[in-house]
């Protein structure tokens, strides 16, 4: 989304409002190291010692624009932290926002090495098919003890509707400064998140405004299972709110990115592309249809006929354009969508959000980087579709878009008078019942005990299916069969060139029907011979499995996870005429937790006995996305439970 579309300009023609310029422009390290090996020496591992970022704003009679200062040193005491540093990666040189990019190392005994612009070196690297430049310093001769100081200067267009900055990382980092230095009719707004400190004015200076915060220890972020860690950091959130010289107040505003998305998505056609697209649109043949099925038959036919780029390029937003070329952007498909919706009679509401897995949107701080993903909502059906995502299909956006907060966006009527409104709501994550994975396995010991016939079947429907199920369909031969044997190896890697057969892999199957693949094999490891009796494995039969045996430290993060899902597993099996089960208790398991006393989280395990033969049912869901921290080992003990029925193993016992 264009942000300086929706804002407009902010230029004040008054040159007695520019602001200080270029705090930083004459930077040059300090001579005299001012760090002491001794001070730091503890420190076993990486850490950045001192860091300051500064952004100044400046605005002129003639133009507007933002420096953006960053400085860093960092301590290395550990070889890892050598072997991670031994570059430092640059912007281009003639990229035209770098004033200049700086580094010096500085070596346990004090020398001093200084890189500059004639040291920056280039390297490529493959990316789609295409080589990629990148630029870099090369560090050398680093030790245990080593410091790396860098430093960059760069100039940008201001940037006032929303910007995050992070003070936590993968690294323990101390004594940290950020500050904002703007004009003074300038007036930004800020948020704290996860702890950082509350921000500051500096209440000293009367030519600028200037807010600051300072922390001096912020504790690294652990990697840890069922954890974002781009979204727990210690952070700021900051926009410009008011311009007092042109006394505009609420400048980063949610009603006024409302109106210009709407209307901007919302066009008048001219009648040589109404008449193209009504063409499109009569050929559906879809007015006969309910609204699920008018909604799909569209969703599939500019998602099977039309490329999306993600790319912010005017042609791509064209209808004329996207007609001829069957290309279009995120922004391009939200308006080829909308016309086709308008035509079928189907209500909308354009939605706005995020992917929580990266920044999670902000339901109180409103701010144009939350308004990244495009979505529809459709009140009638409760319902969503992601209109830029190709394989994308119905109600399966993007899992981690929702259970997250979104900008709906709708025209309304009021007294004759059509607006748009823009409000900020919920998007419910779908139920663990629409992603599931179902097993059916038949085992056979009539005409062999140590290789019996194991004849499985393979369900997959909704999220559990999408990253297998939308793209068979492109597949050549060779490709479609080394991802049959992939298939196999996803319940054992023994099971090596057998035969899969797979259903429902036409392009628009998924979300209609379940993926389905299925074998019959009687070449595999699941049962072996020892001494008179025979181990069958039961449990290996699902495949392997998530597992957290390993305890943590005390989890301070709740576990959040991409989305609900469901899980059921029937193995049907006979016992050998002449044998007995020793054991089969152990494929007896119950662990399920409830919240709000409902049962969200469930692994069990059961034995029925019919007609001579047995069958143990499984089932597993997790009915909620996030669970808390203070209730991590009931979560920890549902995913073992799970890791420890695929350890199963029935002792099958000569009488």
């Given at each position: ?526 049962v072996e011979k020892a001494g008179d009796d025979y181990l069958f494995k039961l449990g290996e039969l699902i495949g392997p499995q998530s597992e957290m045996y390993q305890e943590e430290e005390e989890r301070v993060y709740d576990i959040e996870a991409d989305h609900t899902r469901h899980y059921y597993r029937e193995i049907t099996f006979n016992v050998p005429e002449g044998y007995q089960i020793k054991n089969l208790d152990d494929a007896k398991m119950d662990h399920q937790y409830e919240m709000d006393g409902e ?28 669970w808390p921290s203070e209730k991590y080992e009931q979560y920890r003990e549902v995913i073992n439970a799970a890791a420890d029925f695929n350890k199963i193993v029935l002792v099958l016992e000569k009488k």
């Amino acid at each position: 989304m264009n942000i300086k579309k929706i804002a407009g300009s902010l230029l004040i023609a008054v040159t007695a409002f520019t602001a200080n310029a270029q705090k930083y422009q004459d930077f040059e390290f300090n001579e005299e190291v001012e760090f002491s090996k001794d001070s730091l020496s503890h420190i076993e591992e990486e850490a950045i010692i001192k860091r300051t970022q500064s952004f100044e704003y400046i605005v002129t009679a003639q133009e507007e624009y933002q420096y953006e200062y960053n400085y860093s040193a960092r301590w290395l005491g550990s070889d890892k932290a050598i072997e991670e540093n031994n570059k430092i990666y640059l912007s281009a040189p003639d990229d035209g926002s770098v004033v200049f990019q700086k580094a010096r190392v500085i070596s346990p005994e004090g020398k001093v090495t200084e890189l500059n612009s004639d040291d920056i070196l280039e390297g490529v690297y493959e990316e789609d098919g295409d080589e990629v430049k990148y630029y870099y310093f090369a560090v050398e001769g680093l030790e245990k003890g080593s410091i790396i100081e860098e430093c960059s200067y760069k100039k940008y267009g201001s940037n006032y509707y929303g910007t995050k900055v992070y003070f936590q990382g993968s690294e323990a980092r101390f004594n940290q400064t950020f500050e904002l230095i703007c004009p003074p009719h300038l007036w930004f707004e800020f948020k704290s998140l996860n702890g950082a400190p509350e921000i500051e004015k500096d209440t000293t200076l009367e030519d600028e405004n200037r807010w600051f915060l300072t922390i001096d220890t912020v504790e690294k972020i652990k990697s840890q299972p069922y954890l974002y860690t781009q979204v727990v950091k210690q952070a700021l959130l900051y926009k410009l709110n008011r311009n007092s010289a042109q006394n505009r107040g609420d400048i980063t505003s949610y009603s006024r990115a409302a109106d210009f998305v709407y209307q901007s998505t919302h066009q008048e056609l001219g009648k040589k592309t109404a008449k193209a697209i009504d063409k499109i649109y009569k050929g559906l043949d879809i007015d006969e249809l309910d609204t699920e099925g008018k909604i799909r038959a569209i969703e599939e036919y500019i998602k099977s006929n039309y490329q999306v780029i993600n790319a912010s390029v005017p042609s791509l937003e064209d209808l004329d354009f996207i007609l001829e070329n069957k290309a279009m952007s995120p922004k391009g498909s939200v308006k080829f969508h909308i016309q086709f919706f308008e035509r079928a009679g189907i209500e909308n509401h354009i939605v706005l959000t995020t992917d929580r897995s990266e920044i999670r949107f902000d339901e109180e701080f409103e701010a144009y980087l939350f308004l990244l993903k495009y979505l529809f909502y459709f009140p009638e059906l409760e319902t969503y579709i992601a209109p830029s995502e190709q394989y994308s299909r119905w109600e399966y956006i993007p899992d981690t878009w929702a259970h997250n907060y979104g900008l709906f966006i709708k025209s309304m009527n009021v007294g004759g008078v059509s607006a748009v409104l823009g409000e900020i709501k919920f998007i419910e994550a779908l139920p663990y019942t629409k992603s599931t994975d179902k097993m059916y396995i038949d085992v056979d010991f009539s005409e062999d005990i140590q290789y019996p016939t194991v004849d499985l079947r393979k369900e997959m429907f909704g999220y559990t299916a999408i990253y297998l199920q939308p793209y068979v369909f492109r597949f050549d031969e060779q490709a479609l069969t080394n991802f049959k044997s992939s298939m196999s190896q996803m319940v054992s890697e023994d099971l090596d060139g057998i035969e899969v057969n797979l259903e429902n892999i036409e392009e628009n199957d998924f979300s209609r029907k379940p993926y389905i693949f299925s074998f019959t094999t009687k070449e595999h490891n699941f049962v072996e011979k020892a001494g008179d009796d025979y181990l069958f494995k039961l449990g290996e039969l699902i495949g392997p499995q998530s597992e957290m045996y390993q305890e943590e430290e005390e989890r301070v993060y709740d576990i959040e996870a991409d989305h609900t899902r469901h899980y059921y597993r029937e193995i049907t099996f006979n016992v050998p005429e002449g044998y007995q089960i020793k054991n089969l208790d152990d494929a007896k398991m119950d662990h399920q937790y409830e919240m709000d006393g409902e049962t969200r989280i469930l692994f069990t395990s059961k034995v029925i006995e019919e007609n001579g033969k047995y069958k143990v049912v499984s089932e597993e869901y997790y009915g909620q996305v996030v669970w808390p921290s203070e209730k991590y080992e009931q979560y920890r003990e549902v995913i073992n439970a799970a890791a420890d029925f695929n350890k199963i193993v029935l002792v099958l016992e000569k009488k």
